[in-house]
């Protein structure tokens, strides 16, 4: 199925809560993927997706779910209404703030919540109290909480999985099984994943009922008057080197992009303090104060906007010299997104990347997906230590998941086991 898309979410049929929110947002016009999902979902019916990270799916999904739970009430209190199961707690947050920041305009308020494994399952259970009307997860986690009885998956309207060939390679097949016992037969089904090997056709083939097929392909062009860089620096060494950086450039103004909200304030708290005009940008604030912000940075009365990738969509700067990747994106389409901020209009830019020992490997995977190496630099006084942390090596390659151990854990306990007792 492939569609054009329309010059504005209205024809989508979502509601003028929703529509408003877009705006504050900054979203123009919608993709591929939303333009094709968007009213599939919102007529109940399935959905099986090939669409990168990136391409827009999280709207896809959240944006009709929120309709569809604000304009129904249920009248069961203890009911989950959807189910967003995905692979990762970083993924996790970041849907969960999504599709709160979705639903900020709605008349009644939908409850989200987001669990994950790795950290105390006590707070989790208290805000599950009451349960969910949409619940992001991890599967162990999850299964953790219907252990505890402190989740009921029963009356489930909508399961979401998301980046589910990333599940899948990362060892959730058991815990996907043991979920899906857990929800209603009857139920509509949304399945999103960048690719589709035979792990997860089996679950397309397995969960879903005539559905619709979007097939989505990310555009990766850059344009050529960016001048891409990728700085080797220490992670902790990171906002010195922005500071360096910033006074030494001579950029009139420069956009920071930072993974967290939470990062964002406090890279805007450590420039400020060093004497650099610096203002934040992310999805806590208001529309007033968004707007104030971006107003201010195209007046130039400050020189650093410090941005989310949530926030920073639909960011239009004219003559803007530089962005920072403070923090890398999560996918390769995230990454033209943002440094397509600069060299606008045919306009030079300069676009930087911190590469730490912990994100290396993921800026060699954007650097495959859009077809470029960049060189190395490094910045003296600023030189990226030859060896990694000792945290690093001794963090484990997967997600935690809870409790429960993976087919893979179990596999890898038992052949070091037998090799100790050789």
């Known amino acids: 199925m492939s569609a054009a898309s329309p010059a504005s979410f209205t024809s989508l049929g979502l509601s003028e809560f929703l529509l408003s929110t877009l705006t504050e947002l900054?979203?123009?016009?919608?993709?591929p993927v939303q333009t094709q999902a968007i009213p599939v979902v919102l007529r109940g019916g399935d959905v099986v997706a090939a669409a990168q990270t990136g391409s827009g799916?999280?709207?896809?999904?959240?944006?009709?779910?929120l309709q569809t739970i604000s304009t129904n009430p249920t009248s069961s209190r203890r009911a989950v209404r959807a189910l967003v199961l995905v692979p990762t707690r970083e993924l996790a947050m970041q849907v969960g703030d999504a599709i709160r920041a979705y639903a900020q305009n709605l008349p009644e308020a939908v409850k989200v919540v987001t669990v994950f494994g790795g950290v105390s399952i006590n707070p989790q259970m208290l805000s599950l109290r009451g349960s969910a009307d949409i619940l992001v997860a991890t599967p162990g986690r999850l299964l953790d909480l219907a252990d505890k009885n402190a989740v009921s998956l029963t009356s489930l309207e909508t399961l979401v999985l998301d980046e589910a060939d990333r599940m899948l390679d990362l060892g959730f097949a058991d815990e996907l099984e043991a979920v899906l016992k857990l929800l209603p037969n009857k139920r509509q089904n949304l399945l999103f994943s960048a690719t589709f090997p035979e792990g997860v056709k089996e679950l397309t083939r397995n969960l879903l009922h005539n559905p619709t097929e979007i097939e989505v392909k990310v555009e990766s062009s850059i344009p050529e008057q960016v001048q891409q860089r990728a700085i080797e620096v220490d992670r902790d060494k990171r906002t010195s080197l922005l500071k360096h950086l910033i006074k030494e450039?001579?950029?009139?103004?420069?956009?920071?992009f930072v993974a967290s909200k939470r990062g964002v304030n406090n890279v805007t708290m450590k420039l400020s303090r060093a004497g650099i005009k610096a203002e934040a940008l992310h999805g806590d604030l208001t529309q007033t104060a968004r707007k104030e912000a971006l107003a201010n940075f195209k007046a130039k009365k400050f020189k650093v906007l410090v941005a989310t990738d949530l926030a920073a969509r639909g960011i239009d700067i004219a003559n803007?010299?530089?962005?920072?990747n403070y923090d890398l994106p999560r996918s390769p389409a995230d990454y033209v997104h943002r440094i397509g901020r600069t060299g606008r209009a045919g306009e030079s830019g300069v676009a930087l990347s911190f590469i730490d020992h912990e994100n290396d490997a993921h800026f060699k995977l954007i650097e495959k997906r859009t077809r470029q190496?960049?060189?190395?630099?490094?910045?003296?006084?600023?030189?990226?230590?030859?060896?990694?942390?000792?945290?690093l090596l001794d963090k484990p390659k997967g997600p935690v998941k809870g409790k429960r151990k993976s087919k893979k854990d179990k596999l890898r306990e038992a052949a070091a086991?037998?090799?100790?007792?050789?």
């Open 57 to 65: 799916k999280t709207a896809a999904f959240s944006l009709p779910l």
């Open 26 to 31: 900054g979203y123009e016009q919608p993709t």
């Open 417 to 422: 086991k037998e090799q100790q007792g050789k």
């Open 320 to 324: 803007l010299p530089c962005v920072v």
């Open 373 to 391: 190496q960049l060189p190395r630099e490094e910045v003296k006084g600023f030189e990226r230590s030859p060896y990694a942390p000792v945290e």
């Open 249 to 256: 450039e001579g950029w009139s103004r420069v956009i920071v």
